[in-house]
């Protein structure tokens, strides 16, 4: 068990440009999650997956963003044609079956749109 | 819309003293709480999962309780240590996938 591993952990990029974050959850999780952060507020929600099957999406999630999880094990999240206000941390995390068990977060990636 | 708040913002304490950290939230029917830990530019750790069937968990230093009737939730730290200094986030879960989370207090802890 090696945890919930984002990369990478740091992107600067110019606006307009595309960038990809990938998270690898603990190997038996089968629900992932991504929340977005911004500084000084606690992480908020933007989408799920139980298994390879995207199962909710926040309203936060515009079309510019998308995540996938194609094997039910690694996922991307993409945001296309960056925004300053997409400048945040995205934190992926994992657990097993439901909502009763602990939520294990990653150290998360970093974004910097200039 | 299930709310979660936390007062206050941020808390100095010296060395060694007992503290408590508190969280509110709007919804009773909450399905669970988790308290975490942030270090600055870091991901969460997580330290207390309670159950709403549970009244209070323990691990080392820490204790935390729930508490549905009030809608609060507090987390309490013996003998701090300086490597406790971090922001205290806690989420409550309500009745669907989505965490929500409060805004965090940024704990120091002061030698």
């Known amino acids: 068990d090696t945890g919930v591993s984002q990369d990478p952990r740091h992107k600067i990029t110019k606006r307009g440009q595309n960038v990809t974050f990938r998270c690898d959850p603990i190997?038996?999780?089968?629900?992932l999650y991504w929340y977005r952060q911004t500084l000084g507020q606690g992480p908020e929600f933007l989408t799920y997956?139980?298994?390879?099957?995207?199962?909710?999406k926040s309203r936060l999630l515009s079309d510019r963003f998308s995540a996938e999880r194609p094997k039910g094990s690694f996922s991307t999240l993409e945001i296309q044609r960056t925004e300053q206000g997409d400048s945040a941390m995205y934190l992926c995390?994992?657990?097993?079956?439901?909502?009763?068990?602990?939520?294990?977060f990653g150290a998360g990636s970093r974004l910097t749109v200039l | 819309k299930q709310e979660v708040t936390q007062i206050p913002a941020a808390l100095s304490v010296p060395e060694g003293e007992n503290l408590v950290l508190n969280c509110s939230f709007t919804?009773?029917?909450?399905?669970?709480l988790q308290w975490f830990r942030q270090d600055p530019g870091k991901g969460l750790t997580s330290l207390l999962l309670?159950?709403?069937?549970?009244r209070e968990q323990t691990s080392g230093r820490l204790n935390a309780s729930l508490d549905k009737s009030s809608g609060r939730s507090t987390l309490y730290i013996a003998a701090s240590q300086p490597g406790d200094s971090a922001t205290y986030l806690c989420?409550?879960?309500?009745?669907?996938?989505?965490?929500?989370f409060g805004t965090g207090t940024r704990l120091t802890i002061i030698p």
């Open positions: 995390a994992s657990r097993l079956g439901s909502g009763a068990n602990v939520l294990t």
């Open positions: 190997s038996e999780h089968n629900r």
């Open positions: 997956f139980q298994n390879e099957a995207q199962l909710e």
């Open positions: 919804d009773s029917a909450i399905y669970n």
């Open positions: 309670i159950q709403s069937s549970q």
């Open positions: 989420a409550g879960l309500f009745g669907n996938e989505k965490l929500t």
